[in-house]
């Protein structure tokens, strides 16, 4: 079954510096998506991805974050200059079609820590 | 706007026995929701979801949840449970110009020998 997969699992990075966190989405999907969990919270919608750019974000998605789609198959989110609040579970989605009727399918997650 | 109470923060359940997890929604139109299922340190993999086309709705791992409109419920249920069942439960509707999901705190079950 496709799957969307997401890398690195784990990252440890010192706040202030740069992360950027990969997914590779399901190949025919079209449009893309980033969640986080901070240990103990719900899980929050970050931003949307359609057609090259972006279709929505929220409150939390300020300067510091940017999405990108490089190439045909990658789909990243950068962060800044992370600071500790930015510790997360930074989940990537996708899905096929502009429709109600199809659920997303989640990465299994990166864990970023910040010091 | 869409909305979901998930009536339980935690529920119980022995092994072999029932499960129910209740999920109500709120909302002025016919919704889309899912079900998410979230195991310790895992991602969110989708249970199922209801599209309008079939008010019972089956699911992996052998679970299915009903979508009555009367009662404005979509409650997920198991006939019996597994130790592999541990895990968080988030009923989510989709909406909005994106169909962005809003999760809700969810509902832990834990299983018990």
């Known amino acids: 079954e496709p799957e969307v997969t997401q890398t690195p699992s784990h990252q440890v990075t010192q706040m202030g510096q740069e992360v950027i966190l990969r997914c590779v989405p399901i190949s025919n999907h079209l449009y893309f998506y980033w969640y986080r969990q901070i240990l103990g919270q719900k899980v929050e919608f970050l931003v949307s991805?359609?057609?090259?750019?972006?279709?929505?974000k929220s409150e939390i998605f300020d300067d510091q974050f940017s999405v990108e789609r490089p190439d045909g198959s990658n789909f990243t989110l950068k962060i800044r200059s992370t600071k500790l609040e930015d510790s997360a579970m930074y989940f990537c989605?996708?899905?096929?079609?502009?429709?109600?009727?199809?659920?997303?399918?989640f990465g299994s997650g990166t864990r970023l820590t910040v010091v | 706007a869409q909305s979901v109470t998930q009536l339980d923060s935690h529920v119980s359940v022995s092994e072999g026995t029932p499960v129910l997890l209740r999920c109500n929604y709120s909302s002025s139109y016919s919704p889309s929701l899912f079900w998410y299922v979230q195991h310790p340190n895992k991602g969110l993999q989708l249970l199922l979801k209801?599209?309008?086309?079939?008010?019972l709705v089956k699911g992996i791992n052998g679970f299915e949840a009903e979508f009555k409109k009367s009662e404005t419920s979509f409650h997920l249920t198991k006939p019996s449970a597994h130790m592999s069942d541990a895990a968080e439960y988030f009923c989510?509707?989709?909406?909005?110009?994106?169909?962005?999901?809003?999760f809700g705190k969810g509902t832990l079950l834990t299983v018990n020998p």
């Open positions: 209801y599209t309008s086309a079939a008010t």
């Open positions: 989605a996708s899905r096929n079609e502009w429709s109600t009727n199809y659920g997303y399918t």
């Open positions: 991805f359609y057609n090259n750019e972006i279709s929505e």
């Open positions: 989510v509707p989709s909406g909005g110009s994106n169909y962005k999901l809003t």
